[in-house]
């Protein structure tokens, strides 16, 4: 395994050298000798600070960013959504993938939790580029028995670590509760709860989500769910908007993580998060982007200026959700969500990092990196992005970028193509 030294980076406050072996943070102090590592990297002017944990997105969905937009949820879904997506193949659901984790290293994020369909491709494409994530096995009624049966047999033949690439775990993920059954959802809570897997699904997105659920269960999204133990495993839900203080209490005592996706929630008119509800229930919550047909970028760093200032906005209050908080929702809080050993800069911790450029004009004067990192960056002060010891992204250059874009872009022609042939 090859080791790396940072020399003269800027750490908590101070000048410091980071010294990464085995994948991880092995000494953090100044003066390391060179001859310790296989490469050394000059920090001058750089800080390192950890990278972002994406909590909720459907990575091939890049290859419908920007087809249909500015669409009701629904109408968006069954008219434009899911026809397009009938016609991608695997090529194109690995193409897509591959454009996603391009477009994420170059914004600073090496993990993410996915929800798609044909989760081999994607994690064909996290394996080739050295990412992390917690990949969906994706359930949805209308898919039908055989399909749904394939999925169980997936995740029964995934169970062991070794059977996965490193870095990869599963997730079991029925949609939402409008597309999967009850008895479907009560089998995936079961299964998630039995092998100790995450459960992770759409909830309360909607109103209309909590009315349908209301006029068939006589109870709302939280409470059904609560009723049916589909809380009962560790539970990763996205959006959970239209909740009243009851369900996020609810929600706390499970220890479900809240993923807040406010791009998405404002894109689609969802609704807008009860940030500070949520945090005096005492629930857990991280930050996710959504998919790319719905935000329409992977930007976390984005999603963190976005975050910070919804909540402020809403509540009126501008000590809600100050940077540090939401900086912690999109990295420290997101590694926690998935047991990952990272997401903070210290001896003994999975080498997961980025250098930011100090000279960026965005980044000057520095008082407060943080502040400058969620109210002020944009992707260009990112100049190199670390997985596991291993550089994803070097003074802003990413290995294949410009192939993954080709391919990408020609799945795009071709799905199109696909679509209007019928
Ligand atoms: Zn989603």
């Keep these: 395994m090859s080791s790396l030294l940072i020399k003269n980076v800027f750490h908590n406050g101070e000048t410091t050298d980071v010294f990464i072996k085995n994948k991880i943070f092995c000494r953090i102090e100044p003066g390391l000798d060179p001859s310790l590592a296989d490469q050394v990297i000059d920090g001058t ?4 600070i950890p990278p972002f944990y994406n909590g909720h997105t459907h990575s091939p969905m890049t290859l419908l ?11 968006w879904l069954n008219d434009y959504i899911w026809p397009m997506e009938k016609v991608m193949t ?46 969906g096995v994706t359930f949805m009624d209308g898919l039908g028995k055989k399909y749904i049966e394939a999925n169980f047999d997936y995740l029964d ?56 659920c209301v ?66 229930a005492g629930c857990r919550y991280i930050l996710g982007t959504d998919g790319c047909s719905s935000n329409n970028n992977l930007d976390m760093r984005e999603e963190m200026k976005v975050a ?30 998935f047991g990952l050993n990272s997401g903070k800069i210290a001896v003994g911790k999975a080498a997961d990092a980025l250098l930011l450029d100090l000279n960026n ?25 670390i997985c596991n010891g291993r550089l994803l992204m070097e003074n802003h250059k990413v290995p294949g970028g410009a192939e993954i874009v080709a391919l990408a872009k020609e799945s795009s022609i071709k799905m199109l193509e696909r679509l209007k042939k019928g």
């Design 308 to 337: 910070a200032l919804v909540a402020k906005s809403r509540y009126k209050d501008l000590e809600l959700l100050p940077a540090s908080t939401v900086f912690k929702m999109a990295t420290k809080w997101g590694a926690e969500c």
């Design 45 to 48: 002017d750089k800080a390192i």
């Design 65 to 75: 960013r920007g087809y249909a937009d500015d669409i009701p949820l629904f109408e």
């Design 157 to 212: 033949a995934h169970l062991r670590p070794e059977t996965l690439p490193e870095g990869i775990t599963l997730t079991v993920a029925p949609h939402a509760i409008y597309t999967v059954s009850e008895a479907l959802l009560r089998r995936c809570a079961a299964y998630a709860a039995e092998h100790n897997l995450v459960f992770h699904i759409h909830l309360s997105e909607t109103k209309q989500e909590v009315e349908d």
């Design 215 to 280: 006029k068939a269960h006589g109870m709302t999204p939280v409470r059904w769910l609560e009723q049916i133990g589909a809380l009962e495993p560790q539970v990763v839900a996205a959006h959970v908007i239209h909740v009243d203080e009851e369900e996020l209490a609810i929600l706390a005592s499970r220890d479900v993580t809240l993923v807040h996706n406010p791009v998405s929630n404002m894109k689609l008119c969802s609704g807008v998060f009860h940030f500070q509800k949520a945090q005096e």
């Design 361 to 385: 004009e965005r980044m000057i004067p520095c008082y407060n990196l943080i502040s400058n990192c969620v109210y002020s960056a944009d992707n260009s002060v990112i100049d190199t992005v």
């Design 90 to 135: 695997a090529e194109d659901i690995y193409n897509g993938s591959r454009l996603a984790l391009y477009e994420m290293i170059r914004s600073g994020t090496i993990f993410f939790n996915d929800m798609y369909w044909q989760q081999d491709q994607t994690i064909r494409a996290v394996e080739e580029m050295g990412l992390k994530a917690a990949i």
